[in-house]
T-cell receptor
C-alpha cells in the first residue's frame, strides 16, 4: 500500500462544474504539496500546506491533520484546468522526503 | 527568474545502450532532486543532492544508474545499460536548501525516455 493515495484516478467534468480531488496518507507528514502536471510533463507547485486551508484563484486546498486527509477543489472548472494533479507528502520518518501519490487525471470538457 | 532546465527533452534508445540526462537548477538552489515518473504513476525520488553531496540515493538502482553534481550546480544522470522498464519521464527539481521541509521544489520540464 502506498503511503500517499489519491482518488479518483481519473475525473471528467463539464466546464463550470465543481471538482474535488482527495488525498489520504498513512504516515506522519510535515507538510503536503499539491502539484499540477500538464501533458508536456512539467510540474508546477500549486500549494504547500500543513494545516487549514489555502486559496489561490479558483483553487482551494484543505488539510485535516487528524484524519490524515487533504482535498483539492477547483471551482468553476475550465478546459485549461485539464491536467494531472498530484499530492505529495513530506514524510517525517523519511527525513522529510517528498512521497508522491499516483495522480488524478482531470479532463474538463467545454 | 529562469526555471530548472533539462536536456534533452526526448530520447529514444535501444535496450543495453547508455544515455545521459542533464539538469541545470535555478541559480542559488542548493538542493537538487532527480525523479523517475513511469506512465500513470507519481514521481519516484531517485537521488537528492545537497550542494555536491548525496543526501539520499536509497531508491537509485546503482547497478545501472549513476548521478553526479561535481561542482554543486548542474547535474547529470546516467543509465548504463538501459532496460525496457527504464522508459519513463526523468524529472529534475531544485529547492533553495535544507532537507526539504517546507521547501517548494521547482520542477524542470522533464526528459521523456523511451527504451526499445
Amino acid at each position: 500500500k502506498n503511503e500517499v493515495e489519491q482518488s479518483p484516478q481519473n475525473l471528467t467534468a463539464q466546464e463550470g462544474e465543481f471538482i474535488t480531488i482527495n488525498c489520504s496518507y498513512s504516515v506522519g507528514i510535515s507538510a503536503l504539496h499539491w502539484l499540477q502536471q500538464h501533458p508536456g510533463g512539467g510540474i508546477v507547485s500549486l500549494f504547500m500546506l500543513s494545516s487549514g486551508k489555502k486559496k489561490h484563484g479558483r483553487l482551494i486546498a484543505t488539510i485535516n491533520i487528524q484524519e490524515k486527509h487533504s482535498s483539492l477543489h477547483i471551482t468553476a472548472s475550465h478546459p485549461r484546468d485539464s491536467a494531472v494533479y498530484i499530492c505529495a507528502g513530506l514524510i517525517k520518518a523519511a527525513g522529510n522526503k517528498l512521497t508522491f501519490g499516483g495522480g488524478t487525471r482531470v479532463l474538463v470538457k467545454p | 527568474e529562469a526555471g530548472v532546465a533539462q536536456s534533452p527533452r526526448y530520447k529514444i534508445i535501444e535496450k543495453r545502450q547508455s544515455v545521459a540526462f542533464w539538469c541545470n537548477p535555478i541559480s542559488g538552489h542548493a538542493t537538487l532532486y532527480w525523479y523517475q515518473q513511469i506512465l500513470g504513476q507519481g514521481p519516484k525520488l531517485l537521488i537528492q543532492f545537497q550542494n555536491n553531496g548525496v543526501v539520499d540515493d536509497s531508491q537509485l538502482p546503482k547497478d545501472r544508474f549513476s548521478a553526479e553534481r561535481l561542482k554543486g550546480v548542474d547535474s547529470t544522470l546516467k543509465i548504463q545499460p538501459a532496460k525496457l522498464e527504464d522508459s519513463a519521464v526523468y524529472l529534475c527539481a531544485s529547492a533553495t536548501g535544507g532537507m526539504g521541509y517546507r521547501q517548494t521544489q521547482y520542477f524542470g520540464p522533464g526528459t521523456r525516455l523511451l527504451v526499445l
